[in-house]
């Protein structure tokens, strides 16, 4: 599996827009002042035979007339362009290539035939590309905003990739509500040659990120993403959403980037034995992603509950159960601190009942004999608003 030059498209020194654009609401328009307007601190080089400026910028006809290295080429021109602009890339010696450019195998035998001139080209040149069929990607270490979307993100520690260029649009949105940080949004696009597999390996040997999530469609290489996966899920973990379950919704997964979804039964097998956590919905994909963002990871999967209601704390041990985990056994040390600091009918076990009348001392009584219980890896805390209880309180010092 090969990362070589994917840090040409993730940290370049230099970029040159193929379709920059003066006129609004065109996809050449938004990657041109994006890139300009965010830090970046490279050089950036407008691309358009009917331009010699572009936002102040020198424009140059084609890339073959840039006299500079670039290490990064953005094509948004029409599909048909693409294989010789590649070409041109070849040439000049560029090692990175982002093709925005719907119109590849999604559209059936005349998409493949195109994408198949494009991916000879690049082999050719050794040029690794990203999409086509993709809204772009961020980078906040190298301020490389090389997409059209919405908003930048905040910087942060969490990689997140997908196959949907409208879905990274929507988790952008939500991250900025919800103040989450990303270190890498990648619009992955179609896949004509950097695949899941390929990035999980470059984000997984990079120390400035923290975790990963996926939204998937299909997959390409298996082998490939197997083992990338599982070398990378045992240091970091990997969160993934995969869509296409149904048939209809497989149907549309295909005419979406143009790739087969498969057996939903086959990719749930290999996403647990690659060590990865598979979500269902968008919501919870998110709910994973801001804990990853914000929590510190556990040391391992001893998990306690506290709670102040014995149905909650019920359906928390029945929660757990479904991916394999026990609430941990509390030893007779633990057992023997909790008995001196909460009532004599307390569940006298995990998950840890404190009772429905339980003040703001007694929550802090016991969240402190756990925190010291060397058993105790993680803590689920379930608080359940009651008459005799006040929520407010709980954040008020003794």
């Known amino acids: 599996m090969s990362i070589h030059n994917l840090d040409k498209i993730f940290n370049p020194e230099s970029v040159a827009i193929v379709g920059a654009s003066e006129k609004e609401s065109t996809i050449g328009y938004s990657l041109l002042k994006n890139i300009t307007e965010n830090d970046y601190q490279g050089e950036v080089f407008p691309v358009n ?8 910028l020198q424009a140059y006809r084609s890339i073959s007339e840039i006299n500079k290295p670039v290490d990064l080429a953005i094509v948004a021109t029409p599909i048909a362009e693409a294989p010789s602009i590649i ?14 450019s719907a119109g590849g195998k999604e559209i059936g035998s005349k998409g493949k035939r195109l994408e198949a001139e ?18 772009g990607v961020i980078c906040s270490d190298s301020n490389l905003y090389a997409t059209f979307v919405g908003q930048r993100p905040l910087a942060g520690k969490l990689a997140f990739v997908s196959q949907s260029g409208a879905l990274c649009s929507s988790i952008l949105d939500l991250s900025l509500k919800e103040q989450i940080g990303f270190s890498h949004f990648v619009s992955i696009g179609s896949m004509l040659d950097v695949d899941f597999g390929d990035l999980i390996n470059y984000l997984g040997n990079d120390p400035r990120v923290s975790s990963i999530v996926l939204y998937i469609e299909s997959l390409t290489n298996i082998r490939k993403f197997m083992s990338a996966a599982r070398a990378v899920s045992r240091v970091k973990p990997i969160v993934v959403l995969k869509s296409g379950r149904s ?3 497989a149907r549309a997964a295909s005419s979406h980037t143009g790739a087969l979804a498969g057996e939903d039964a086959v990719y749930d097998a290999a996403f647990k034995r690659a060590g990865i956590v598979r979500v269902n919905t968008i919501e919870e994909l998110f709910d994973c992603a801001e804990l990853m963002a914000k929590q510190p990871f556990p040391s391992g999967s001893s998990l306690a509950v506290i709670t102040n209601g014995g149905g909650p704390g019920v359906m928390a041990a029945d929660a757990l159960s479904t991916y394999g985990v026990e609430p941990v056994t509390l030893t007779p040390e633990t057992m023997e601190k909790l008995d001196a600091v909460l009532p004599p009918f307390w569940s006298g076990g995990n998950p840890i009942d404190i009772l429905g009348d339980a003040s703001p001392k007694r929550w802090r009584r016991a969240l402190q004999v756990c925190l010291e219980a060397r058993e105790i890896q993680g803590l689920v805390i379930i608080f359940v608003p009651q008459s005799v209880s006040d929520a407010g309180l709980l954040h008020k010092p003794s």
Request: aromatic share 0%.
């Open 87 to 100: 070409k041109e890339c070849r040439h000049a010696g560029i090692g990175g290539v982002i093709i925005i």
């Open 118 to 135: 494009i991916k000879k080209e690049a082999e050719k040149g050794d040029i690794r590309i990203i999409g086509p069929n993709c809204a």
């Open 247 to 249: 048939k209809a919704g």
């Open 49 to 56: 035979p009917n331009h010699k400026i572009i936002m102040e």
